[in-house]
């Protein structure tokens, strides 16, 4: 069975101040797709990277990067320079192939508050 | 513009009253499926189809039903709703899952 985990529940940071998001996943299968999504106070959930098992690059989007290491199972999720705008649900998520009911795992999510 | 749509977004309902909430896709994707959000769960899958006529059930599947008629409609339906099934519900689809899912906007259902 897949399994996603986010340990921290809540993160409080102040503007400008750098922040990781944890996520642990578990799985038997060789290939999978990893995940983030944002959720903003308004409800939608956005998606914002994939990353597949077989690539472990670190990706940095603007202000944004992600650290893949197979080794620890672990896809975190680091924000420079936290801006207020970055106040959301973030969610860590798994897609195993051959993507059994194509069904993405999610973690329980990280409420991040930024404050100004 | 590429968008799952769902309906509607907020709904209160009294406990056994029948609903439906509606999901529709533009993209022609074969996948679409249907979670629910909880607090401190995260997102968990009620019901997935992987075409026209085929669905299966996820994880939490008691309480709901689904059909697929239709490639890009997917409504949820719950024949007799009850309060542990107040909940925020996202409709989703895909291409596969190489590719994640494209979300709807989210119904909030309250059952009281």
């Known amino acids: 069975a897949q399994k996603v985990t986010q340990a921290q529940t809540e993160i409080s940071v102040v503007e400008k101040e750098d922040v990781t998001l944890d996520c642990v996943y578990e799985?038997?299968?060789?290939?999978?797709?990893l995940f983030w999504y944002k959720q903003p106070p308004s409800g939608e959930l956005v998606f914002l990277i994939r990353?597949?098992?077989?690539?472990?690059q670190n990706e940095i989007s603007g202000r944004y990067s992600w650290n893949f290491q197979k080794s620890t199972s672990s896809f975190n999720f680091t924000i420079t320079a936290s801006q207020v705008v970055d106040s959301a649900v973030y969610f860590c998520a798994l897609s195993v192939f051959p993507f059994y009911g194509n069904k993405l795992v999610f973690g329980a999510g990280t409420i991040l508050r930024v404050k100004s | 513009e590429a968008q799952v749509t769902q309906n509607p977004r907020y709904l209160i309902t009294v406990t056994g009253k029948k609903l439906t909430v509606t999901c529709s896709q533009n993209?022609?994707?074969?996948?679409m499926s249907w979670y629910r959000q909880d607090p401190g769960l995260g997102l968990r899958q009620i019901y997935y189809?992987?075409?026209?006529?085929?669905?299966d059930k996820g994880d939490v599947p008691e309480g709901y039903k689904v059909s697929r008629k239709e490639k890009r409609n997917f409504p949820l339906i719950l024949e007799s709703p009850s309060p542990n099934q107040t909940s925020l519900y996202f409709c989703?689809?895909?291409?596969?899952?190489?590719?994640?899912?494209?979300f709807g906007s989210g119904t909030r259902l309250t059952v009281v």
């Open positions: 799985t038997r299968d060789t290939t999978y797709y």
């Open positions: 993209m022609n994707h074969e996948y």
């Open positions: 189809s992987m075409n026209v006529e085929v669905t």
């Open positions: 989703a689809s895909s291409l596969s899952g190489f590719y994640g899912y494209t």
């Open positions: 990353r597949n098992s077989f690539d472990e």
